[in-house]
């Protein structure tokens, strides 16, 4: 069910998102397409990515929960700064609601993955 309500969010959106309707509809068509491909891979294989998630490579070293907390934690606060940077510099030339959405979509995103990573 994710995989369905993402692609028909990333249809609207491709379609709608400033930039990429500056570059033309062939160009939404093919980005549209090979989006709904990339979430049906990630969904399908997210298994795959729970080392990724786990952070599996740290726990050789000292105080590995805390390195792994403190690196949680800085890739969240990364990622919300850049999002929220490419937001305050207006960097796709579009009004600050498809920001909100795309903020939104990212989040609702990663929530969905990390739930099936972890089933």
């Known amino acids: 069910m994710p995989i369905l309500g993402l692609s ?27 989006s709904i491909l990339g979430n049906i891979w990630m969904f399908s294989d997210a298994h795959r990515f729970r080392p990724f998630f786990d952070l599996e490579t740290f726990d050789d070293a000292p105080h590995a929960q805390l390195l792994k907390d403190r ?7 990364m990622v919300h700064a850049v999002l929220l940077y490419v937001w305050y510099i207006d960097f796709h030339r579009m009004p ?24």
Request: with cysteine; net charge positive.
């Open 8 to 34: 028909i969010f990333q249809v609207w959106w491709t379609f709608n998102f400033p930039a990429v309707m500056r570059m033309g509809s062939f160009c939404a068509a093919a980005l549209t397409i090979i």
């Open 71 to 77: 690196m949680r934690g800085g890739l969240l606060i």
């Open 96 to 119: 600050d609601f498809y920001y909100v959405i795309w903020y939104a979509q990212c989040f609702v995103t990663f929530v969905l993955f990390y739930r099936a990573v972890y089933r």
